[in-house]
């Protein structure tokens, strides 16, 4: 599958997070959300992005922008992932990979895909070719022209 449209309803989803805590999309309209899928945590580049996002979570919080990680990884994994590299953001497991294939970030290996969704829940922005090391600074830029 290829990955979502820009302009098209996010899809919903209903996943835990690194405390076992579930979250659903629709629980956040009205706020700018940013998802971003990932292969695994603690390998070299999902390390990068990581960091790079927590090193611009502030800007993040400043704008309202709502972070979820999302890979296969289990909820203690990710626990684990938070703590080595004191990530201040969401990461929730898709270990059944049904978002990861509805957002079109399935293959061999979860692919490497950004969504920045609006308050009213549409797609404003796909980065379906995302760089670990500019990331973060790119959809800072993207958020600040959609406020």
Do not use: W
């Amino acid at each position: 599958m290829n990955h979502l449209k820009e302009g098209t309803k996010a899809p919903d989803f209903s996943l835990l997070d690194q405390n076992g805590t579930n979250h659903n999309l629709s629980s956040y309209l009205g706020k700018i959300v940013l998802i971003y899928f990932y292969p695994k945590d603690d390998t070299p580049g999902c390390t990068k992005e990581a960091c790079g996002i927590r090193d611009s979570y502030d800007e993040f919080e400043k704008l309202d922008v709502v972070v979820f990680g999302i890979s296969p990884d289990s909820p203690e994994s990710h626990a684990e992932f938070i703590q080595k590299y004191n990530l201040p953001f969401i990461l929730l497991s898709d270990h059944r990979k049904e978002m990861i294939a509805e957002y079109g970030a399935d293959g061999i290996m979860t692919k490497r895909i950004s969504y920045l969704i609006g308050k009213d829940g549409y797609i404003l922005k796909t980065y379906p070719k995302v760089d670990p090391t500019s990331h973060a600074e790119e959809i800072l830029n993207d958020v600040k022209t959609y406020l």
